[in-house]
Structure formats: C-alpha cells, structure tokens
C-alpha cells in the first residue's frame, strides 16, 4: 500500500504509534518496569490551566472494635435491589443521669435563706424506634419515649424525608424544629448531660410540621411550617403555627498539616399563634411558685419571635460551638452558649467545657430547672426564676463504644440573679454523673 | 526426509513442558513445626506468633507455579493481621514475580506485583573502574517486594493514628508491628523457595 496515495494515513499511523507509546509506557508503569517520575508527557495545551481541587474534610474514622457486629446486629433487613424497603433497623437510646448538689437561695426581705436539694437519679431519656430506608429516597423514623410523665412520654418523633433530587429534600411528620446548635444536634450526641438553660427554655417542641430543605454548593437553606400544637403523641393542627427559616454553611480551612471544619448556621422562627402557641414554650408553669421565693408566675414565659445564630468548628483534637440566642415576646430573652472539648485521647476520653449566659431585662422571665435536668418541660419540678443566669460546666465523657456508649462526669456551676425581681438570688454546685447507650 | 521427520519430532519435543516445576510441602510444613489437622502450621519466633496455611498451587499455561499462601500474625488470640503472598515461578523453579496483599487492623494493603528485574546493563568503562556488586536477580525481587510492603505498612499505620480507638478498641484490638509482620513474611518466602524444585 502506497502511503503517498492515502494522505492521511501517514499522520493517523503516527498519532496511533505515539499513543500506543504512551500506553505503553502506561503499563511499564503498572508493571513496575518503570518509575512514573521518569516518563516524559507531553505539555498540556495552551489555556488548559487546571485549577486547584477544593478543600475536602474527612472526619476521623473509628477504629474496628469486637463491639462492631453486635452493633450491626440492629440492622434487621438491607438490600439494596429491593424496589420498595432497602433497609429497616431498630434504633434505642438510654441516658441515666445522676445529679448530687445543692441549690442555694439568698434571703430577700423577711424571707430567710434556704437551701433545695438537687440530689436524684432519672432515666433522662428512654427511646426505642425505628428507621426505614423506603422507595430509594425515603428515610422514615419513628422513636416512642418512655420517660418522663405523662406529658413527656410517648411518641417522641414520627416523621419521613424524602428526597426530591440529589439537592432538595421534604420532610413531614412529627419531628424537632431546627433552632440552635445543641437542639439541632441529637440527644444521643450532646456533649454535656443536658442542654443549656436558655435553649430548653425557648425551643420549641418537636410536633407536627413540614419542612423543605436545599443544598446549594456549601449552603444548606431550610424553610418550614409547624403547628402550634403539642401533643406527647400526635400534635394536631392547632392555629396558625409558626414558621421556621434556617441556613446552614460548611466551610473548610487548609493547612500543610491540618485541616478547619466550620458550620455557621442562622435559624429565624415566627410565632404567629404568640402567646396560645401550645409548642413555644414546651412547658407549662403558669400558676405555679418557684423554688427561689415562692414566687408565683402569672403567665408562661411566649415569644413570637426566636433567632440564633452560630458556628461550630472543628480541628484535630479541638472542636468548639458557639451560639447566640434571642427570643422576643411578653418578655425578651438573650444568651450564649460557648462549648469548647477537646480529645484528651482520641475515641476515648473528651474532656467537655461550657459556659452559659442569659440575660433578660423583665423580672422573673427566665425559667429554669436545676439538677438531673435543665429541661422544664421534662421536669418543672423544682423550677427558679430570675433574670440573669451564669452557668460553669468542665466535665469528661469516657467513650465505651464510639459515640453509641459512654459514661459522663462533670461539675457545673450555676448562677441565677433575680435582681429586678424578688431578689432571690440562687446558687448551686451539682455533680453530674451519666450513662447513655444508643443504636 | 528423514532429517525433515526428526527435526520435526525434535520441535515438537521442544514444545513440552521440560520437566515441571514442583513443590515440597511436606518439606515447607516440617520447618514450620508442622500441618496440623486444619493444614495449618503454628510457629514462633522473636516472641511473635504465626500461623500459615497450606499454599494453593496452580499450574501457568507455560508450565510454571502460581503458589498462593497466607500468613496471619496472631495477637492476643487472633489475627491480628492476614497477608497473602502470590509467588509466580516458572517451569524452571525461578521465581518470576511476587505480590502481598493484607489487611492490617482493618486497612488494607497491596504492594502490586512486582516483576523479576532484568540484570543491569554495566558499560565496560564502569566495569574496568569498579567491580560491579554481584546481582541476583531473586534476591533484588524479594528486595523490592519488602520496600513496598513497609511503604504501604507506612501509609496503612498512618492513617490509623488519626482514627479515633474507643476504650473497648484499645482493650480488645490489638497493634500489628510492621518490623514482626516483615520479619514473619520474609521466613515464609524464604522457606517457600526452598521448597521448590524443578
């Protein structure tokens, strides 16, 4: 065959030889004939400037542990190729508290000092459920709670999310608001034995709601309608409800050696039912006296608007989350929560730091609970009022078993001033010690 | 004619397989104290405990061995880690190539296959100035096997120190030490060569 009488063969037997060199030279270096450094390739085209990769964070992972398999035991059904249920399992969560310390309340007027003893031992959180993988995008929970009163226990959330596409996704059922770092992140996750005072004192209770959720580069928004009603089993719809607006932002930080994981997230809630929303505030002491004074709250705490906003950020060994709340209604409320921890060893022992602040210019607007539990609405029995609150907790948590089970020790110290009120200033030194075990 | 039937003949035998390659198990489990009854051997040495599982020999379409054999490092009553060693020989004993495939403490490890390196090429000029270091080529293959299997011990042991160990884990698991794991798979490599015959 004449190479002169089909003109292009020649540039084709070429460009075919030389990638077959390259090739080549491609499985020498699979075969370990040569070294990778030492082939010659050919310089990129002009304008082909290949820009550096984003940062990406992997979370450290948890080492194999011989506790693994009975974990995965929880796991009843999983098949992937199953066009209606892929994976069914059952979840559980248990966290003993056990609170030694004492309240101290000043003297106001006549009334002589007096101590209240905060000793007790509660089964804080009792929850068996379960979680369902449906339809290739639907992830249904149920949990039921079995502590607490009649008015705690009961079903604690019933919800589905479905996701619409790779971004965007619903969720309906009864479930938690997202409002602040700590009633955002899960029971079973907490750092500390409880929430902060300011949190549990203005979050709303999870109930019946909708929620559409898109993700948008590093930008997570969240929009939802809930009802005003709370029900320890299934909320109704009651009123106008409120309406919850969120956005969320992950941000990665590189170094040579270490990497910055950051969230800052902005959440907004508006009341529209005020004052007979049943689901903000989740308690009930209207009528009742505080354990510092005796003195009688005429109305539940209401607020028709709620904001937080925060970051947490986490780096090696350190992490820390800090959030600041603001809640307006027949009384305005503001806090912070700062929460540094830091793995004295890794997987295993985390020491934990807080401190708490919330202030409020009206007399007797902040309600809390001093002990087991910070949470009124799991028990308001005692509960204290003032209006500027100081709350020191340095503890460590023991991990068992990764985050599922561990043992928690801590010494908090709290501070309630009650000086625009009936002057009856608290104190109080507690010993926190907990177990909590989940799957 | 004749001559054309003989060469014929003569080629033909060339063809064959010369003599096929052969392994002595009996002689690789007597250094290693023994098969027991689950073809297993379990042996000691620098304080480290190991134990090896009968090889699973296959013949190459040239005539040569692919010997497959794992070598698991036991601690504290286990495995601490399980490595397979895959040794190519040809139909003359020779080993051709070597591969290690583990896993360690959950990671895994691969050193990919490395070949027998060709001799190399001395110019006279280099010869007449300075003796060259004797070659064998057998020698330099195990070489270069045990380099990429402590660079991926490297990585794999690395990347460990960042995963978090609950207290159950730092109880119960156990650490296999690169230098024992080595050492334990370098012994059977070595007694495995001298095991094979031509």
Known sequence: MKLTKYPLVLPILVLSVGSLAHANEALDVLEGKKKAEDINLPAAP???AVSAPEPSYTPPAWSPSPMDSLW????????????????????????????????????????????????????????????????????????????????????????????????????????????????????????????????????????????????????????????????????????????????????????????????????????????????????????RRSANGNQLVNENPSFRHLFSTGVTLEQDRYSFAADFMYAKGNSDVWGISLTPSYWAIPGTVKIVARYHYADSNDPGALVTTMGTSSDPAFDDSPFYVGDEFHSFYLGANLHLYQDRMLLMSGLEYDILKDETGGGFNADAWIWHTGARLSF | MKACWISLIVSCLCLLPSGAVTFDMKSLGASLNGW????TAHYSFSDTHYQTHQPTLTRTPSGGMFLSAQVDLISKGSAAAV????????????????????????????????????????????????????????????????????????????????????????????????????????????????????
Not at chain 1, 105 to 110: C, E, F, K
Not at chain 1, 157 to 174: C, I, V
Not at chain 2, 36 to 39: T, W, Y
Not at chain 2, 138 to 148: K, W, Y
Request: proline share 4%; charged share 25%; aromatic share 10%.
């Open chain 1, 46 to 48: 002009e304008g082909s």
């Open chain 1, 72 to 287: 995965a035991k929880s796991v009843l059904f999983q098949d992937d190729a199953n066009p209606y249920i892929q994976q069914l399992a059952i979840t559980g969560f248990f966290d003993f508290q056990a609170a030694f310390g004492e309240v101290n309340v000043d003297r106001s007027g006549s009334t002589p000092k007096n101590s209240v003893d905060a000793d007790g031992t509660r089964t804080r959180r009792a929850r068996l459920g379960a979680r369902i993988r449906a339809f290739g995008n639907t992830d249904i929970e149920a949990n039921a709670e079995f502590a607490g009163d009649s008015d705690y226990s009961g079903i604690e959330r019933l919800s589905a999310r479905t996701e619409l596409n790779e971004n965007a996704s619903l969720t309906y059922g009864k479930f938690r608001p997202t409002f602040t770092t700590e009633y955002s992140t899960e029971d079973e996750f907490l750092l500390t034995p409880d929430r902060s005072m300011l949190t549990n004192m203005i979050a709303p209770s999870q109930t019946l709601g909708i929620r559409y959720n898109q993700k948008w580069k590093d930008w997570e928004y969240g929009a939802g309608w809930f009802s005003g009603d709370r029900d320890p089993n299934i909320p109704g719809i009651q009123g106008n409800g409120f309406i919850s607006l969120n956005a969320r932002r992950t941000f990665i930080e590189s170094s040579d050696e270490t990497k910055l994981r950051g969230v800052w997230h902005v959440d907004y809630i508006n009341n529209m039912d005020g004052n007979t929303s049943d689901s903000i505030t989740r308690y009930n002491v209207k009528g």
């Open chain 2, 36 to 39: 027991d009854n689950h073809q």
């Open chain 2, 83 to 198: 490595c397979h060693l895959g040794l190519t020989f040809s139909s003359a004993g020779v080993l051709e190539s070597a591969q290690v495939k583990g896993t360690i403490s959950g990671k895994s490890i691969d050193t990919g296959l490395i070949r027998r390196p060709d001799a190399p090429q001395v110019s006279a000029a280099e010869e007449s100035a300075e003796p060259p270091r004797p070659f064998h080529a057998t020698d330099e293959l195990i070489n270069e096997v045990f380099v990429a299997f402590d660079g991926e011990m490297e990585k794999a042991l690395g990347e460990r120190k960042k995963d978090r160990k609950d207290l159950i884990s730092r109880i119960f698991t156990h650490g296999a030490y690169k230098a024992d794991l080595s050492a334990g798979l370098r012994h059977n490599l070595n007694l495995i060569l001298q095991s094979v015959h031509d």
